[in-house]
């Protein structure tokens, strides 16, 4: 089955820049409705950002807004959260995720997921 794992987390240090990738070893993510959502150590699982099925559709928790950019390329089936002006708060395992819809992902209704990627923003 589909599985969509997190990539490209390390080290940044405060107000730098982190991409982080969705790879989905287990075919394409085309089609479905795609999130990224973060959890702290002893925190519970927030939502970070969303896109839909085609791209057309962007949404951002308040805690990232202005500052994170999602993106996807279904035709390279790519699937980015680019981090900008990055916090000490924004430390978290990142993880991305496929749903049915938007509306589903509002919901915190996944169909795919898979492993995480660690964030440390320290200075």
């Known amino acids: 089955q589909l599985r969509l794992d997190a990539s490209g987390g390390g080290l940044e240090q405060p107000g730098g820049s982190l991409r982080l990738s969705c790879t989905t070893p287990?075919?394409?993510?085309?089609?479905?409705?795609l999130s990224w959502s973060r959890q702290a150590p002893g925190g519970e699982r927030e939502f970070a950002a969303l896109?839909?099925?085609?791209?057309?559709?962007?949404e951002y928790g308040d805690d990232v807004k202005g500052r994170f950019t999602v993106d996807r390329d279904n035709a390279k089936n790519t699937f980015t959260l680019q981090m900008n002006g990055m916090k000490v708060d924004d430390t978290a395992v990142y993880y991305c995720?496929?749903?049915?819809?938007?509306?589903?992902?509002?919901?915190?209704?996944?169909?795919?997921w898979g492993q995480g990627t660690q964030v440390t923003v320290s200075s």
């Open positions: 287990g075919g394409t993510h085309g089609g479905y409705a």
């Open positions: 896109i839909s099925g085609s791209g057309g559709v962007k």
């Open positions: 995720a496929a749903g049915q819809s938007i509306a589903s992902i509002r919901r915190g209704q996944f169909l795919y």
